[in-house]
């Protein structure tokens, strides 16, 4: 070996290391002949784990106790599907007829999930987590949720979680509710977060007595879970991406059946009402 190979040695295997250290992972490890998540061969966890608990191996690194996958199944069943009344279904079913495929569908649908549209989970966990610091701090859980409701609402008048366009009182808030409590009684979870989110329903409910009631949503109800079981406010986002993505893609390809072409929002007999042209305002207008 001449001397040019021989000090080229350190520098590959320097490359290499690189290169291995840019993708490490703890997530899965993959060899020739092996597939390892989370350090558990993939062989003994086929036909032994079921999806919900592979969902929560790949997220925390363990498997959950069978109370622990029961409540998180409940909320990732609550949220599969809300008919084209939601956007991101809607999206995706208009998506689907235009020849981008399965996977360009639900991708659409799976995009329109934001801040105000399946992400609120995500704030709401924000919240109720400022809500249970301020009750450890002393306060109890009314004066607690309202000084953190003051300070969401003056920001926006809307309060991540609670509130529904649809429903006067959302019929998957009582079921997930009432799973959180047995959880609560059975020592599974603590319960911190469903009392912080009871507490901003009593004041919702005091403050609009008589009016049309604010009721805790989907996105609250599973904030409420997930919060409870451990995870972190943006995988409270992530994993109703993950729920909502099953009635995405069940829509998605319903509408691929259907024959349509180039659906649009409306039927081509309903035409969008006009509005008048508003003229802007001149420069002499907006100088001052």
Not at 65 to 74: F, I, T, V, Y
Not at 191 to 220: C, F, K, S, T, Y
């Amino acid at each position: 070996m001449n001397a040019s190979a021989s000090a080229s040695e350190p520098a590959a295997d320097s490359g290499r290391e690189a290169a291995a250290q840019w993708w490490a992972t703890a997530v899965s490890h993959i060899e020739p002949g092996s597939i390892e998540l989370r350090d558990r061969p993939v062989q003994e966890l086929i036909g032994s784990v079921g999806m919900v608990d592979m969902i929560w191996l790949l997220l925390r690194g363990g498997l959950p106790s069978p109370r622990q996958s029961a409540l998180l199944e409940a909320a990732l069943v609550a949220g599969v599907d809300h008919g084209p009344q939601a956007p991101s279904i809607a999206a995706a079913r208009m998506a689907a007829t235009c020849g981008i495929g399965l996977n360009g569908a639900v991708a659409t649908g799976v995009n329109m999930l934001g801040d105000v549209h399946g992400g609120a989970g995500q704030q709401c966990v924000q919240m109720l987590e400022e809500i249970r610091a301020l009750h450890r701090a002393g306060a109890d859980w009314d004066a607690a949720a309202s000084e953190v409701m003051a300070l969401w609402q003056a920001r926006s008048r809307y309060l991540p979680g609670f509130g529904h366009r649809f429903h006067p009182v959302d019929p998957r808030r009582d079921p997930l509710l009432r799973l959180t409590e047995e959880a609560v009684a059975a020592g599974v979870v603590a319960g911190d977060h469903l009392q912080a989110a009871l507490a901003v329903e009593r004041a919702l409910r005091e403050r609009r007595a008589g009016a049309r009631p604010v009721p805790m949503n989907i996105d609250g109800a599973t904030a409420v879970i997930y919060a409870e079981l451990g995870f972190p406010a943006p995988l409270a986002r992530g994993l109703f991406v993950l729920s909502r993505s099953v009635g995405i893609l069940a829509h998605a390809w319903e509408e691929t059946g259907q024959g349509r072409r180039n659906k649009g929002p409306i039927p081509r007999s309903v035409l969008p009402a006009r509005l008048a042209t508003v003229a802007p305002n001149s420069p002499e207008e907006t100088s001052s």
